[in-house]
């Protein structure tokens, strides 16, 4: 079962543009994490944010949490056709990481 | 560390037929899962291990899934008889003991094609 829900669904834009994903989620978490998918492949891990934290950066990307809100948000600033992938959001909590359905993010060159 | 590696990559199989996928974790991870993704369904977590010990199977579909973990470098996932639906990507990953700080690694996965 699916604990998150990203938005939008799919995401196109030009390179060299920020792309911004958002993942809202249900019950409360020790953590939240990001994870990106190239077609075909494994999901690797890009950044994880706890639950005590507001906001985290690692290169381009930036993350911020409101649990309040039960949100978070994925920032990559200028993207690069390298980015194009699927990303997901995973929140954990009771032991379990649970992922959202992910956001299909196109980096037109 | 040459990450997690899951056999055979792809699998074509016939309805019926005994499955059965492989996964070597990283050496020091304590934890190891297996997840299913599909179109319909996304990413779902069919049963985790800690130290060699299955934790929550309450993923797992149905008793024809069947997985075990011998020892701490090897897990295996059992699908016997294997049926349509169960055509899927299916993804091992593993972890340490910080939960705070560091997520999962994954495999590249098995994709499963049953015919």
């Known amino acids: 079962s699916q604990q998150g829900e990203e938005d939008p669904q799919a995401l196109s834009i030009q390179e060299g543009e920020n792309a911004t994903m958002n993942c809202s989620y249900k019950t409360s978490i020790n953590n939240l994490q990001w994870y990106r998918q190239n077609s075909g492949r494994g999901l690797v891990h890009l950044i994880l944010?706890?639950?005590?934290?507001r906001e985290k950066h690692s290169g381009r990307l930036r993350v911020t949490l409101d649990t309040s809100k039960k949100s978070s948000s994925l920032l990559i600033t200028a993207s690069r056709a390298a980015d194009t992938a699927s990303y997901f959001c995973a929140t954990f909590g009771a032991q379990k990481l649970v992922f959202g359905q992910g956001t299909r993010l196109t980096i037109n060159p | 560390d040459a990450g997690v590696i899951q056999s055979p990559r792809h699998e074509v199989t016939e309805m019926g037929q005994e499955v059965t996928l492989r996964c070597k974790p990283i050496s020091g991870h304590d934890y190891l899962f297996w997840y299913r993704q599909t179109m319909m369904r996304g990413l779902e977590l069919l049963i985790y291990f800690n130290n060699n010990v299955p934790i929550d199977d309450s993923g797992m579909p149905e008793d024809r899934f069947s997985a075990k973990m011998p020892n701490a470098s090897f897990s295996t996932l059992k699908i016997q008889p294997s049926e349509p639906r169960d055509s899927a990507v299916y993804f091992c990953?593993?972890?340490?003991?910080?939960?705070?700080?560091?997520?999962?690694?994954f495999g590249s996965g098995t994709r499963l094609t049953v015919v």
């Open positions: 944010i706890r639950s005590n934290e």
């Open positions: 990953a593993s972890r340490g003991r910080d939960t705070y700080n560091y997520g999962y690694t």
